[in-house]
């Protein structure tokens, strides 16, 4: 059994920050890559930025300069510091990565979500 725990979501104002974080836990022996993915009302599910085992990472573009993705492999576990918030990057965080299990499957999971709202 493999859990994604997110953790750091809230309320804040715009030009605030916040920083998410999640752990992986259970039967893993190796994960690949991991990230972050948000989902608005209305709206599609859409990649924030991820990051390679080796810790090369990527952003979409509305987020660079602002978000700041980085990894502790030893925790499994991948942080999303975001900085100048703004009202548009309100939605449901989720954490995602690929990974295998001590049962040498390799599948792709998601976190719960972790809600953010960026609003005065």
């Known amino acids: 059994q493999v859990q994604l725990v997110e953790s750091g979501g809230g309320l804040v104002q715009p030009g605030g920050s916040l920083r998410l974080s999640c752990a992986a836990s259970?039967?893993?022996?190796?994960?690949?890559?991991m990230g972050w993915y948000r989902q608005a009302p209305g709206k599609q599910r859409e990649s924030v930025a991820t990051?390679?085992?080796?810790?090369?990472?990527s952003y979409t573009d509305s987020v660079k300069g602002r978000f700041t993705l980085s990894r502790d492999n030893a925790k499994n576990a991948v942080y999303l510091q975001m900085n100048s918030l703004k009202p548009e990057d309100t939605a449901v965080y989720y954490c995602?990565?690929?990974?295998?299990?001590?049962?040498?499957?390799?599948?792709?999971?998601w976190g719960q979500g972790t809600q953010v709202t960026v609003s005065s």
């Open positions: 259970g039967s893993i022996v190796s994960i690949y890559g």
């Open positions: 995602n990565a690929d990974l295998t299990t001590t049962g040498w499957s390799t599948n792709n999971y």
């Open positions: 990051i390679t085992r080796g810790g090369i990472s």
